[in-house]
């Protein structure tokens, strides 16, 4: 890969002291400070980052040659992939956050979560700009504690398993949608193989420009679903079940009752919605022009507050918090539309699943084949053999884990607070620290004024949050799953039970 065969295996070691001085000097000149601390928004002038600019464009230039090439993403491209990840089926599950939470405090929770994902993004943004041989999430955890190797294997072991179950997870849901439409015409199991082979097949393209053009249709057949769900929803005029269990319900504010692991579940919920960093340097370092790509990242995160707020709110309106249902296309008492909106969100259901494949699989690969192997930049048989053979043991984990597992929901609830809480939050304050130290010096929280201050208290506000994550988060998960036991509300392994809507 071209990226690495530039900067070599000194690179490799992520030495924050690899550039040559002549480098360092021209970044320290020519980079503007663009940090509007305290919950600001980072913004970056055109000449910003000359020596990332210039290493970039020796990519480029040292892989015209390569029959893969990797750092061909426009940013167009690029918000197409960051629209299929986050405008997903997760969506659905807003009314249900809501019905718990009340409308008011959850519409105000999705904007100020979906501000933090963002100013953290564009510190992601940021730190790979200011190390552009950075490839992927793990590369930014070693940097980031002391340069050290168990650094990196800790949160490659993280990244690794944070995606495998978002594998496993469009499995199962996938298997749902076959269920719902064919109201479980064979074994819940065959299903779930099927969308994993179905995902295996749609995960071969190599680089993310060819899965970027799968991303556009993913997104916009989401985006049609969640619209048909609150249209339907206001249609039918009452939810399924209705009046069964009495007349609709819809708080302002939680209701009284809601209990502190009710109200945690929930706001994990949009949270975890959001929370989608951990692919963001995989994304950025293919990449022709990484400076733009802010404008993918405003483009979605101004889209995301949109549609999640209105279908949450729309679609709790028409349910209410007793007929609620996650997701909440099982609320629409109409079967032919709960089919239809559902069916739309298909494309998504197999897409999200490639993208994490593709991306953990692309991680394997480059640690397997060198930066000079020509089959990490060429088709050889060698190259395209591993990479099918990483995507098929990707996949087969996925399935076994999603079948094994009778608590696989609330399992999943549980890794994402242990590595959510970092991904999500901790590594962006950290990398801020880092940043601001590097170019300012170790006291520039106390010699930079007032913004000095004030984002140096921000981000260790983040990184509190972060802990939050941890540990609140934990708790609540865990305690969800007791409550599943002793309500005995799962199912075993590999089971053939329905689990359509």
Known sequence: MALNTLLGRKALNLDTNSQSSDEQTAYDEKDKDYDAEA??????????????????????????NNTIKYRTCSWQKTAALLFSEYICLAIMSFPWSYSILGLVPGLILTFVIASLVLYTSLT?????????????????????????????????????????FIMGLHCLVGAKWWNTITGHATCTIIFAAITALISFVASLPRTFSTLATLATGSALFTFISVILAAAFSGMDGKPAGYPSLGELDVY??????????????????????FIGQITLPSFIAEMKEPKDFPKALWAVTICEVLVFSLVGGVVY????????????????????????????????????????????????????????SRHRTGHTVTGWLTWIAILAVLWVFAFIIAEVIPFFSDLLSLMSSLFDSFFGFIFWGAAYFQLRSEKYGPDYWKTRGLRGYLGFFFNMALCVIGLFFLTAGTYATVQSI????????????????????
């Open 317 to 372: 309106g028409y349910t209410g918090t007793q007929y609620m249902t996650s997701p909440a296309f099982g609320s629409i008492s109409n079967e032919v539309y709960k089919k239809v909106s559902f069916t739309f969100m298909v494309p998504t259901i197999i897409f999200l699943g490639v993208l994490y494949a593709s991306v953990t699989a692309r991680f394997v690969l480059f640690r397997i084949h060198g930066p000079t």
């Open 124 to 164: 992601t943004w940021e730190f790979c700009m200011r190390y552009p041989q950075i490839r992927d999430v793990c590369d930014i955890g070693q940097m980031l504690f002391w340069n050290k190797k168990w650094a990196f294997y800790a949160t490659a072991v993280m990244f690794v398993l944070n995606n495998i």
């Open 39 to 64: 919950g600001g928004i980072l913004l970056l002038a055109a000449d910003d980052c000359s020596d990332a600019s210039i290493s970039i464009g020796k990519q480029i230039e040292l892989e015209a």
């Open 252 to 273: 302002v504010v939680p209701a009284s009752g809601t209990t502190f692991v009710m109200g945690m579940s929930a706001f994990m919920n949009i949270s975890y919605t």
């Open 482 to 501: 007791i409550d599943g036991y002793r309500a005995a509300s799962f199912g075993g392994p590999f089971t053939c039970d329905d689990n359509g809507l």
